[in-house]
């Protein structure tokens, strides 16, 4: 009884190891047969070009700027001209001064809002010329007055006009200050004003009042001297 079980048992290892196997010899014939095929296509991106800005005029204040940037799936270019305002700002007032406009072409050079220029005329003394809808072409003393009232039309990056600015502010808050002063005196005199005429009406009633007793002692007698 026992060797039928065993040689059953040995029969059943047997027949798992054979499928096993046959599994196994399966799996490793379909990796052999088993192919993958690709295909390569090669195409380059085409190489980004800076572009060329001509600028052909002499008397010019423009300059070219261009730039590329490539990568293996992108290229951006890119072109422009870049006009400079202070190359400009230079020959307009080169123009004006050799037409006979001194007075405007140191206004365009005042213009500059760095303040460099206008910074440079105040300390030599020879204000830079001052205009606006009312006033137009004030030069010297008068300019300066002027730019001294309005300094925010001074360019912004003049140091007088932050000195300028600054003292505007400090003469405004004293102005203030001697307004309130002024005021507060006013309002002590007027209620010293007060206390003096209510003194001299309580004076003058008591006056009265002594005024009207008198006169009624005054009566009396009269009467008593009659009887």
Not at 19 to 34: E, H, M, P, Q
């Amino acid at each position: 009884m026992n060797l039928k079980k065993t040689i059953a048992y040995a029969m059943f290892f047997v027949a798992i190891l054979s499928i096993v196997y046959i599994l196994l010899g399966s799996f490793a014939k379909a990796a052999d047969t088993n192919t993958v095929s690709s295909t390569v296509i090669d195409k380059s991106v085409g190489t980004a070009s800076a572009p060329g800005v001509n600028i052909n005029q002499n008397d010019s204040c423009g300059t070219a700027n261009s730039i590329a940037i490539q990568s293996q799936i992108l290229g951006i270019a890119k072109g422009k001209a870049i006009i400079d305002l202070n190359c400009e700002r230079i020959k307009l007032a080169r123009v004006l001064g050799q037409s006979g406009l001194r007075v405007a072409s140191v206004s365009v050079l005042c213009g500059d809002p760095s303040g460099r220029v206008f910074d440079a005329m105040w300390r030599a003394g020879t204000t830079c010329p001052f205009g606006s809808l009312s006033d137009q072409g004030l030069i010297g003393e008068e300019a300066k007055a002027m730019w001294m009232e309005n300094p925010t039309m001074i360019p912004e990056g003049s140091h007088f006009r932050k000195m300028i600015e600054t003292a505007n502010i400090l003469k405004a808050k004293k102005k203030k200050e001697d307004e309130k002063a002024k005021e507060k005196e006013l309002k002590e005199k007027e209620l010293k004003e007060k206390a003096r005429k209510q003194k001299i009406k309580k004076e003058n009633r008591d006056e009265t009042t002594l005024t009207k007793k008198g006169s009624l002692l005054l009566s009396i007698a009269t009467i008593l001297l009659i009887l």
